[in-house]
């Protein structure tokens, strides 16, 4: 394998899709590798990708990123011909809301999702506080500026937009103006609408 090669392993039914969806923004070369849930995601050549036995994952240039967000972030940075991330000196709301979105929002929304309301005197504790107040953290964070670093589309927009969309689509958020604007915006966007049309078909395969 070339040590330029960017394979991707993924399911289609998980988070793998935030990274397809980064992947067709990019357009570059890239190689799918499915890995299904159960003994294959858990098996010990996946393992050494990631030891947390899940997907998504990439290895590109010799070096294995997991986790979404982070993956996101990397592949702005080596493909940053593409302008998918900010200039050095304007990624604070880059960087801000993209690990906002992957650290107190997601958190608030598993939470929430599995029942669990943090007491009040443990808020503190919780690097959400509260879901209302995740909620409303992110309804001001996606409408204040065109897209969520400022004027210009970024790999931000994926990571966060993903889990806007999902949130509408799966009732994990409520169905906000501010929500359904920003996921409009971006669930038409042409590579957007590539990636779900190849995860869409390997569901389809893998159920048949």
């Known amino acids: 394998m070339s040590n330029e090669e960017l394979t991707f392993y993924a399911n289609p039914q998980s988070r793998s899709r ?23 995601m858990k098996s010990k050549a996946y393992l050494s990708i990631n030891p947390m036995g899940k997907v998504p994952a990439i290895r590109h240039r010799g070096q294995v990123v997991t ?15 593409k302008k998918l991330a900010p200039a ?17 929002l997601e958190a608030a929304i598993t939470n929430k999702a599995l029942g669990f309301e943090v007491p009040l005197e443990r808020q503190r504790m919780a690097g959400y506080g509260h879901y209302d ?9 996606v409408s204040r500026t065109p897209y969520i ?11 966060v937009g993903s889990h806007v969309i999902w949130g509408i689509d799966y009732k994990t958020l409520p169905e906000r103006k501010e929500f359904v604007e920003y996921a409009e915006k971006l669930r038409n966007r042409p590579a957007c609408l590539r990636a779900n049309e190849l995860d869409d078909a390997l569901t389809r395969k893998s159920s048949s």
Not at 18 to 29: A, F, H, K, S
């Open 18 to 40: 935030m990274v397809r969806w980064m992947l067709e923004e990019l357009d570059v070369p890239y190689k799918t590798e499915i890995i299904e849930y159960g003994e294959p």
């Open 133 to 141: 107040l995740a909620v409303e953290t992110l309804a001001m964070a």
């Open 149 to 159: 670093a400022g004027d210009l589309f970024s790999a931000a927009d994926v990571y």
């Open 67 to 81: 986790e979404s967000a982070a993956i996101c972030a990397y592949l702005a940075d080596a493909f940053f011909e």
């Open 88 to 104: 050095l000196g304007e990624r604070g709301s880059y960087y801000r809301w993209m690990f906002f979105s992957a650290g107190p």
